[in-house]
């Protein structure tokens, strides 16, 4: 079986069935994690190049442990040290990595469309490891296999994605993801933070917690981007924290056991308090582990389309 496309720019148009095939493929990688020896060979020979132009622990960590799992050869780039700093274009860049005959292009950028970019310059499988403020493919495809394991199916489940949803690249791809599957998907965030016509992608808006607790299996809370505080869109943490924060207190309303997804990094007691980001409802280190189980089927099924 062979994913539709050769590279993966978002979930935005993915059918169910690729999905599926990249959460199944991730069970079985998953397996492979928990051997002694955590390597097999079906990369072997190809060389990876992880392009990161914006900050990242995670997904740069996940996506080079995934590469090496599978035996590639990894180059890591990042934006310091490089020449981009000298003032070098995109596309030279691009350009330069291709007469280094690279296979694949793992890219981070600031700038949505660069993966799609990419994509059209380059012979290699171009993934997107987060772009702007448009999609971070992975994040929600591991996000999804989470919830799978617990639920069995995303068919019915209802999730609601809480906090800055204007700015962010996780909740696009997740709604994406999520509608595609079949589950309910609702969000819920101060009107400044929640992008005009989002109704028009399937999803219900909340502008209260309290009003979509009780009709929720799910809550995936978004880091809260400090550095959007000066732009007026709200007005302060504590006023944040105090109306969307999760807390215990509040989920506690909901009479009925909900999981708390994060995507990382987290800012304890403002968007999430610290208790429940530990607690046992939390699924947040298993979003983490199963993120180079995704990685790695990615990377596998893209590596069968060349
Ligand atoms: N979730 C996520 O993308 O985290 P990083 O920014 O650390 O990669």
């Known amino acids: 079986m062979k994913l539709q496309n050769r ?13 599926t095939l990249i959460l199944d493929t991730a069970e079985s990688f998953k397996e492979v994690l928990e051997r002694p020896i955590k390597k097999v060979p079906p990369l072997q020979g190809k060389t990876i190049v992880n392009l990161f132009f914006e900050n990242s622990t995670r997904t740069r960590i996940s996506f080079e442990l995934a590469e090496r799992r599978l035996s590639a050869d990894v180059v890591n780039f990042t934006t310091s040290g490089s020449s981009v700093a000298k003032g070098e274009t995109l596309k030279d860049t691009a350009r330069n990595i291709e007469a280094m005959k690279i296979d694949m292009v793992v890219v981070r950028h600031s700038s949505a469309g660069v993966p799609h970019f990419l994509s059209r310059v380059v012979k290699a499988n171009v ?41 962010s690249r996780v909740a696009r791809s997740n709604i994406f993801g999520l509608t ?30 309290e009003d979509v607790i009780p009709h929720i299996d799910v809550l995936n809370v ?34 009925h056991p909900i999981t708390i997804m994060h995507p990382g990094p987290i800012n304890r007691d403002v968007e999430l308090s610290a208790d429940l980001a530990d607690g046992p409802h939390s699924v947040i280190l298993e979003q983490v582990t199963n993120g180079v189980a995704v990685r790695m089927a990615v990377l596998y099924l893209l590596g069968l389309s060349n």
């Open 7 to 19: 590279h993966l720019l978002g979930l935005e148009g993915m059918s169910k069935d690729d999905i």
């Open 127 to 167: 993934i997107n490891a987060g772009d702007g403020l448009h999609e971070h493919p992975t994040q929600a495809l591991l996000d999804m296999m989470t919830l799978r394991q617990k639920y069995k199916t995303l068919e019915g489940l209802r999730v609601c994605i809480v906090g800055d949803i204007l700015h």
């Open 180 to 209: 595609t599957m079949g589950a309910e998907v609702s969000v819920c965030g101060p009107a400044t933070l929640i992008p005009r016509y989002i109704e028009r992608l399937g999803v219900r808006v909340y502008h209260r917690l």
């Open 222 to 255: 978004l880091r809260i981007q400090l550095e959007r505080q000066k732009s007026g869109l709200f007005p302060s943490l504590r006023e944040f924290h105090r109306y969307f924060g999760v807390t215990k207190e509040k989920i506690e309303k909901a009479q």
